[in-house]
Structures are given as structure tokens and as C-alpha cells.
């Protein structure tokens, strides 16, 4: 098959090149010839002009439109190439060289010079016998001719032969174009990937067009095949790895557009010849991981700042067994891990300090050790035991006034060290705040006007030294509140 290229095989006969404009050349195979037969031979070479012979199809009788003779229709040899005759009423394919066709077949509108085109460019390469058969004919029905469709109704063409014929003839025409689906899915599940082929309006292509696939991060049942009566291919895809997924689709589909015509000697008939391609291709990208794994702290009262901590992960069904471990992210070490099975959930529970950061990950499990690298999943998550501290702001409402009369803070009993800040009226006020227990900042902000802004620092050690966390600030405004 041919890419679309700008060349031009060299003309043997310019005389000939003019008389293939004007005349309308046919063919008929010699009546020694048994009736529904495939033929195979090679062209023969006279001088300067090369004769054709019958390379693949099928010979029908004489009829209405074409009395004399028997009809050949497939497939004929000329210099190593094969094409169909595109007209009926001249006899013995010939050429002394060929033309590329672009955009249309002399005498036809585009539209139908581009199913002629799809067809010759689909079934030029056919060794089937049947569908070159078809093929034929179904570029003389769109020719129209008139001793044709004498000849198409004298019933010397069986029904189910002109059923696949009519079938050629209405499917959708190109310009093709390829896409790819499938389903995101998790490491060890499968999914149907389907490559669809669609031609001129965005309808479903023509069963039978070749598509290759290919991906990275998993494997194909199949890699290549034809598509169906929709202009679709299916296969099943199964991720193997943790890492990014592509899967793409790629096909040299039948030019509507292309094909090659023999410059014929005067009388005799023309081919076309389909050789043409329209390369096409598709992708499409994927990284999907597991959902993040719950994480329960209880951790009510003080526990000396450790807290106990149950991590719950679920692998869904037909996803691979993996090993998810939950890791320091300031130590780089493992605090505690869990193997996982596709459809069911574990739970993993360790004594973990607070204020520690901790990192979720998994990995492929397969007999005692992970295939995979390691893939963390979601952000660190902080380990907070007991929980922060809490604020409450009373705003007073009077008849023509309001105001901020305190800031209540609220810490649970733990061996972190709060320290509270207040700023109002443009001063700032810190307090040390009690552990398990409550502490008011007294004010005196009045007015509709009145506004303040608090939040809390946190500390390892009673000299403020080693700083934890700085919680969230709360802004207030008295008229708003």
C-alpha cells in the first residue's frame, strides 16, 4: 500500500494520456473461460502498451448490456499491480503507464469519487475472492452506466452477491479517522479498550479496516485486528504497572481521496488502482491510583502526645495485591504496613507521636516482596494527639452599641505548651494559655467598629523554644458577628 505522496509515474504515451480524458474503455473476459471461477495469471507485455489479465475474482455470464463474452469481475495483474476496471463497455485492460487521481474519478462528482476511492483503496490489497468480486461491481453501480444496470438487472448476478454489492456501495466513504476508549483502571484490573473507526460525516466505518494497538503500563489480548460492521475493534487491556498508562491505536486506512488509473491504449479499458493510505493514529493517558487510606487517631486525653492510629485501606475487586505502608516522613521509616488482596479491606493500627507527618504508600505485591516501585498517595497527614486547641469570642449587643468583651480559649489536656495572641485596637496581647482547661483574654473593644483577630502558637517545651505549629487565626468583627 502507498502513503499519499506527491509522484507521478512517467507516461509512456503522451497521445494516450489525452485519449484517456475523452474516451470511455471496458473490458470482456474470452468465453473459453468457466463461469464463477477465480482466474490468477500475470499481464503481458507487448510493445509499449501492456495488456492485463485476470488476477482474483469472479467470471459472470453474458447479458442484457453486455451480450457478447463473459464478464470478469475482481481483480486484474498489470506490472505487479492490481485494479478493478471502472467502466463496462470496453473490452482487454491496457496501459503504457498511470496517472495519480486526486480528489476525483474523470466523470464523477466528488462524493462518489470518494466511495469509488474508499473501495478500490480497501479491497485492492483483498486476496478474497468474494469481497474483490463485490468490489468490482460495486465501483460499475456507482459508475452508473446504463448498459451496466441493463446488465445488473438481467439476473446474472446472484442475489446474495448484489446484497454485499449494495452493502459496499452505502457504507460510509472516508476520510477516516481513528479514536481509542477505555476505562481507567487500577493495577491488576482489566478493561475493554475499543478502537473506533469513523469516515465522512463522523459515521461508522466499514467493517473490515486494519487497526493496530499498543500500550504502555499494561498488556493487549489482541494488538491488531479489523473492525466490525460499526467501525469498531475491541480488545481487553490489564494494567500492570503503578505508573502512567497509554494505549494507542493506529491505522493506514483506505484513501477517499487517491488512486492510481492506467493511461489505456485507445478502445481498451482503464484500471484503477488502489494503493493508497491515509495514516491515522490516537492515544489516550491515564494515572489512576488508589483512593487514599482512612486514618482514625483516638486520642481524647492527654496519652502523653501519642496517639493511636488505625489506617484503613480497600483494594477493589480484580485490582493486584499490594503492600501499603505508612511511613515517618521526617525519620524515613516505616511505621507500620498491611498486605491487601483485590476486593478486600485491611486495617493497620500503630502508636504514633504526635505532630508526626505521615506518608501513605503502596506498592505490587507478589510472593513476599514488592514488583513496583513505591507510589505515594494522597499528602502527609499530620498527627495531631490530643486535638488543637478551640477559641470562642463573646460579642456583646447593647441598644445603640456592641462589643468584644473576651477571648476564651480552650486547651485539651496534653504535653504541648499554647500560647495565645490577641491583637486588638492596634496592641497586641500573647497569654500563656492551661493545659486542660480554659484561659479569658479580657478586652475592651466597644463600638460597631470593634474588630480583633486571634489565633494560637504551639510549643514542645515550657521556654517556648521549639516551636510546633501556629494554629489558624480568627478575624472578628463585632458588627458582622
Known sequence: MRKLAPYLRRVFTPVLAVALLFTAIGYSQPATAATGTAVKAFATRTTGIEFARPYLGTIYPAGAGHTTGTVFVGLWSWRNELGFCIDFTRHNPSGSGTVILNGAVPGMTAAVSAKIFSIVNQYGHSRNKTEVTAAGLAVWKLRNEPQFTAYWNSHKIPQAMMNLVATMVAQTPGPFKVSVASTPVLPGQKSIVM?????????????????????????????AGVTNARGQFATTFTRTSVGAVTISVAGKLPSATHALLTIAAPGTQRLLVGEFTQPESAKISYNKQFATPTATTACTTNCDGVATVS???????????????????????????????????????????????????????????????????????????????????????????CSLGSVTFTVPASTRFYVGVVTYNGKTVTTNLVAGGTTVVPLAVAGPSATLTAHF?????????????????WNINAATS
Open 195 to 223: 478502537a473506533t473507526v469513523t469516515g465522512a460525516g463522523n459515521k461508522s466505518a466499514p467493517a473490515g479496516l486494519q487497526v493496530n494497538l499498543a500500550a504502555v503500563g499494561g498488556t493487549l489480548l489482541r494488538a
Open 311 to 401: 489506617f484503613q485501606v480497600c483494594n477493589p475487586a480484580g485490582a493486584a495485591t499490594t503492600r501499603w505502608s505508612w511511613t515517618n516522613v521526617a525519620t524515613k521509616k516505616s511505621l507500620v504496613a498491611v498486605i491487601v488482596t483485590g476486593g478486600t479491606c485491611k486495617t493497620a493500627t500503630a502508636l504514633i507521636p504526635d505532630t508526626t507527618k505521615v506518608q501513605s504508600s503502596y506498592c505490587l505485591y507478589v510472593s513476599g516482596k514488592c514488583t513496583s516501585a513505591e507510589v505515594n498517595v494522597g499528602s502527609p497527614a499530620e498527627i495531631v494527639c490530643p486535638p488543637w486547641a478551640s477559641m470562642d469570642v463573646p460579642v456583646h449587643f447593647g441598644c445603640n452599641t
Open 457 to 473: 502558637v504551639v510549643y514542645s517545651d515550657a521556654a517556648h523554644a521549639h516551636q510546633i505549629k501556629v494554629g489558624p487565626s
